[in-house]
């Protein structure tokens, strides 16, 4: 663009002059323009040079043999080609202006002008430019993230309406079962006593009475069952607890597409039953977690380790992870139901993502 | 106390950057030197020592005040041996218009009330030179009106006297003091480079960030303003000695002409110097970069520079350049240099002085205000 | 007494918490280890210590008084020798001390005095007149530490002084750390080398992204994940071991066998190696090697974390 105004200028100049060399001039304003366009197609920085420095002979030549006019055109070049060579701004202008010192003294304010026009303009198209760039990146990214924010967002939403679903039927399951396994039995024998019972009332009173006795006994029985069962439904905590958490990643395996692995280590009987509470709440969230935020990850590892004095369970997964992320509802619950054991979460990125929780042990 | 350690700090760093210090001093020296040397035809179009004022000047005059016909062609005929040529207006032609049209340098009406000069071009140095020449005149004139008043005996002596009077050496305008074009570099060159000031202004603050040491005198129990106040006075310091250097090596050693009002000399430079510093500070706040102010800082300066004259005097001009011409803050500045240093006129002086701290003050402020709501230095 | 103590202390940068809901408190005299690997949030705890960070959230209180109301009194007592070298290159080792003492007050004689016994402190006062230019890497580390020493201040922060600097300089580093502290001074000692704050301090912070994961002597800290060490010891031939007679030795837990190794496990603090020793020796069964497995605070950031403290 300046080198256009600054082609016009010379062009404008040299015919109000009305010039000697004409001809040589036109030729030497032609030869430039196409040289310089050719640049502009050019990409590697040595040929990109060389054409420049063949486009300031040129401009030199024209000097000498057309009109001095044309050292206005010496900056620009000058800039363009101390541009690829150096990132420093001081050289360039230092470079670029230095020719006042050799041309005649009527063209030396014009050609400071120009250098110094042609500087500004050309800093401030570096300047634009490099932004513009950076402008263009961050616009990439902020449509990539909102991309995924909409997928995350869509998907939280199913796996809620799924989760919601499953927890029903899981529920009706149970009970349907408990029912069958304990009172069904149960009242069903009884029901064929009392049957048989009905029939033999008339015939056979004892037996009647023995096979009523029966039925009887096999409905206390089915009481004293649904009673051991619900009693039994608060076995020993601490078998519950690791066979809880088996459970939990057992049932997340089946339903998805990771593997997922427990391995445990030290004297698991320490950990008591409001500690595993935390330990499976913070594992369920880890594992929810994973499935949200890291789609590409094929394995999940829970590890829980007894040591000492404290109690570490961590669930990583092998996905991308995150150097910094933001800490959502899920990290805050679990760091609050872990400080209200004494205890500490850390979350860390860096390695694909793991969830550590840290329980002290009451008993020591 | 903290703010003159740090000031004295300051001076110390400054004084021990060789490069920097080469650049404040020996910049403008060499600069003076080579534009002084090179530029006298770009100058004035003749000799070296040829004065500037009193080639080709014409005043065109008009006079209906009889009593000073007589004096006042004393006076003209002085100015003509100087290359002041006086012409009476002749009828039916306006003075203004001529002069607009610059058939004429200047016009000059003199009638019971006073004398009125229309100048061709208020800032050029010519018209500095008729305007001292006339308010001498005048001076003398009203001496001799007061006089005639008073002591009417006395009369003839003054009168004889002031037939020899040299009203150009009233002026200083000894030809060989004139604005050579030496006098002018050195006046516009030191102008300039105090403008350069904003430049280490400009690292005052980012420096100490990127040292680190900034968080030293974040932990120090003394208050940010401090910091800031003793930089400041510091920079101010350092750069005054500087300008000061620059211009005793022009007068010592290119017998610069800085006129007689010496103390209004350093006071314009001083309250510049303070413009420029505050304005480095202020963009060194406006950008988060270390970095970025610089190329801005540098390319004020130099359009500052070139407008302002500082490479070579811009006469008249219209349009943008005149535009161009009135924005930059040294036109200002080395306007009422000359006219100060030439024609004794201090009317500038003050609008100099005042533009500097305006300036100043506004940079100063944001600066304080930026430099309150950011944590640390 | 305590001369620190901080509490809920948080630090956000826009959506990233650099300190998360920090607790902590310093006692007078402590050497105070700060350790977790890069980016865990030393500095930025250290730096709203110094007053250099606003905090976004907790308190920070230093002799009893909230940090952020008596800025000027507690910036008197503390002296921070910053992560990044923090000198005046073109200012002498002498002038630099000295203009950052004059900061704190001190004026005159006392000025100099102080700056020449710092500069002694560090082992620079024949260096006071040269340039930091001309200084290795571990000198102007130690002008780094001097120009924080010379008001004498009660607490001394120390940002991992010794990154990047040759083992003598370090060591240097390392005693005047420790005969700063028998003067009196306090010091919060950032490292993430876990030897230099195994060996210098008294106390220890375990520090991982952004919180607490535990604090403690270093003896709390390695018993938090076990209370035993390992001893293997390769015998000649296992023929007259009495395994009982190991067993019966005060502290040891357990004893295995394993071809001609026997692994003893011991409680940590037992200091019972030589007893244990002197069986063999009494009993004339020849010891080949010996090794000793100890949990040090790597092991435990190790166990806590799952990473090492090298993991950046
Ligand atoms: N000014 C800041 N802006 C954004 N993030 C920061 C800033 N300062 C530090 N951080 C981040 O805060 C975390 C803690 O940093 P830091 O306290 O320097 O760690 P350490 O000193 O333990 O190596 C790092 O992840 C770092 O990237
Ligand atoms: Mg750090």
Not at chain 1, 192 to 210: C, G, W, Y
Not at chain 2, 325 to 335: F, G, K, M, V
């Amino acid at each position: 663009m300046s080198k256009l105004i600054l082609i016009f200028f010379i062009m404008l100049t040299f015919l109000y002059a009305a010039a000697p060399n004409l001809a040589w001039g036109i030729l030497f304003l032609l030869l430039y323009i196409s040289l310089n366009i050719t640049i502009h197609l050019l990409k590697q920085r040595y040929i990109v040079s060389l054409f420049l420095l063949v486009s300031v002979t040129i401009t030199l030549i024209a000097c000498v043999q057309a009109n001095p006019i044309f050292i206005l055109l010496m900056p620009l070049s000058i800039l363009e080609l101390c541009q690829l060579w150096t990132k420093k701004t001081i050289i360039p202008i230092v470079f670029a202006i230095s020719p006042v010192f050799y041309i005649q003294q009527e063209l030396q304010a014009v050609f400071l002008l120009v250098a110094i026009y042609t500087i500004t303009i050309f800093t401030f198209e570096k300047y634009n430019e490099q932004k513009h760039v950076k402008n263009e990146q961050q616009l990439d990214w902020m449509r990539n993230t909102n991309q995924k924010l909409i997928k995350q967002i869509h998907e939280n939403d199913t796996y809620l309406k799924q989760s919601a679903y499953m927890f029903r039927l899981e529920e009706r399951n149970r009970i349907s079962q408990q029912i069958h396994d304990d009172v069904g039995h149960a009242i069903t024998g009884a029901l064929i006593q009392m049957e048989a019972s009905k029939r033999m009332l008339h015939v056979d009173k004892e037996k009647a009475e023995e096979l009523l006795q029966n039925a009887i006994g096999i409905t206390q029985e089915g009481i004293e069952h649904i009673r051991l069962t619900l009693k039994n439904m608060k076995p020993s905590t601490e078998q519950v607890g690791i066979n809880r958490l088996k459970l939990i990643i057992d049932e997340f395996t089946a339903k998805h597409d990771k593997q997922t692995i427990l391995t445990y280590d030290g004297d698991i009987d320490q950990v008591n039953a409001f500690q595993w509470e935390v330990i499976q709440k913070n594992t369920t969230e880890a594992l929810t977690n994973t499935m949200k935020y890291a789609e590409n990850s094929t394995q999940i590892a829970v590890n829980v380790i007894v040591l000492n004095k404290l109690v570490k369970v961590e669930v990583k997964d092998n996905g991308a992870g995150a150097e910094r992320f933001e800490k959502g509802l899920g990290i805050i619950g679990m760091e609050e139901r872990s400080a209200s054991m004494g205890g500490q979460v850390i979350v860390d990125g860096t390695n694909g993502f793991s969830v550590t929780t840290l329980l002290p042990l009451q008993s020591n | 106390m903290n703010i003159l350690k740090i000031a004295w700090k300051e001076v110390k760093h400054d004084f021990r950057d060789i490069r920097t210090l080469v650049f404040m001093i020996a910049f403008p020296i060499v600069l003076m030197l080579i534009l002084g040397t090179a530029l006298t035809g770009a100058f004035d179009g003749g000799d070296f020592d040829d004065n500037i004022a009193l080639d080709d000047m014409t005043v065109l005059y008009e006079n209906s005040n009889e009593p000073i016909q007589q004096p006042f062609d004393a006076f003209t005929k002085e100015l003509e041996k100087s290359g002041i040529h006086f012409e009476r207006l002749s009828k039916g032609t306006n003075g203004k218009d001529q002069v607009e049209e610059n058939q004429a340098d200047a016009y000059l009406s003199i009638d019971e009330d006073g004398a009125k000069l229309y100048l061709n071009d208020q800032n050029s140095i010519g018209g500095s030179v008729i305007q001292g020449s006339l308010a001498s005149f005048v001076d003398q004139y009203n001496l001799i009106t007061e006089i005639s008043k008073a002591a009417p005996e006395k009369l003839d002596t003054v009168l004889t006297a002031s037939t020899d009077h040299d009203y150009i050496k009233d002026q200083t305008l000894l030809p060989d003091q004139q604005p050579g074009s030496m006098d002018y570099y050195a006046i516009v060159m030191t102008t300039m480079i105090a403008l350069y000031a904003a430049i280490s202004a400009a690292h005052l603050i980012t420096q100490e960030r990127s040292r680190h040491t900034a968080d030293r005198l974040m932990i120090a129990p003394i208050k940010k303003s401090e910091i800031f106040m003793g930089k400041l006075i510091g920079s101010i310091a350092i750069n005054t000695v500087c300008i000061a250097l620059v211009v005793a090596f022009s007068i010592i050693f290119f017998h610069a002409n800085w006129g007689e009002h010496l103390g209004l000399v350093a006071l314009i430079l001083l309250t510049e110097i303070i413009m420029a510093i505050s304005f480095g500070l202020g963009l060194s706040f406006l950008f988060k970069t270390p970095t970025a102010p610089m190329p801005v800082i540098m390319i004020v300066l130099q359009l500052a520079a070139f407008f302002g004259g500082a490479y070579f005097p811009i006469g008249d001009a219209d349009g943008l350049l005149k535009l161009m011409t009135n924005i930059s803050p040294l036109t200002l500045e080395n306007d009422a240099m000359f006219q100060m240093i030439y024609a004794n006129d201090l009317s500038l002086v003050i609008p100099a002085i005042a533009m500097n701290l305006g300036i100043s003050l506004l940079f100063l402020v944001f600066s304080t205000f930026a430099l309150s709501r950011r944590e640390g230095l | 007494m305590n001369i620190l103590e901080i509490k809920h202390l948080t630090k956000k940068f826009g959506d990233f918490i650099a300190v998360d809901d920090m607790s902590l408190t310093v006692g007078e005299g402590e050497i105070f280890g700060f350790l977790g690997s890069n980016g865990a949030g030393k500095s930025t705890t250290i730096n709203m210590i110094s007053g250099l960070l606003r905090k976004n959230n907790g308190s920070i209180k230093m002799l009893g008084k909230e940090t952020n109301k008596h800025p000027i009194f507690i910036k008197k007592h503390i002296g921070l020798v910053p992560q990044e070298l923090a000198i005046y290159e073109d200012l002498t080792a002498y002038e630099n001390v000295s203009f950052f003492a004059g900061l704190y007050g001190l004026r005159g004689e006392k000025l100099r005095s102080r700056t020449i016994e710092a500069l002694e402190f560090v082992g620079l006062a024949e260096k006071h007149k040269s340039y930091p230019k001309s200084f290795s890497g571990g000198m102007k580390r130690r002008l780094n530490i001097a120009c924080a020493i010379a008001h004498q201040p009660k607490l001394i922060i120390m940002d991992e002084p010794t990154v990047g600097i040759d083992p003598q300089s370090r060591k240097y580093i390392l005693q005047s750390v420790q005969k700063l502290n028998e003067m009196g001074c306090t010091i919060i000692y950032t490292s993430h080398y876990m030897e230099e704050v195994e060996e210098i301090c008294t106390k220890i912070a375990i520090i991982d992204h952004g919180k607490i994961i535990a604090d403690g002597t270093k003896e709390q800290l390695k018993s938090l994940i076990t209370d035993s060490k390992l001893i293997y010891i390769d015998v000649k031939d296992t023929d007259h071991v009495d395994i009982d007679a190991i067993k019966a030795i005060p502290g040891v837990a357990n004893v295995t066998l394993a071809e001609n190794t026997i692994q003893i496990h011991t409680e940590l603090g037992a200091n019972n190696l030589n007893q244990i020793i002197s069986y063999f020796i009494e009993n004339k069964i020849e010891i080949r090697t010996l090794d000793e497995k100890e949990p040090n605070l790597e092991t435990v950031f190790l166990t806590l974390t799952g990473r090492t403290l090298r993991d950046a």
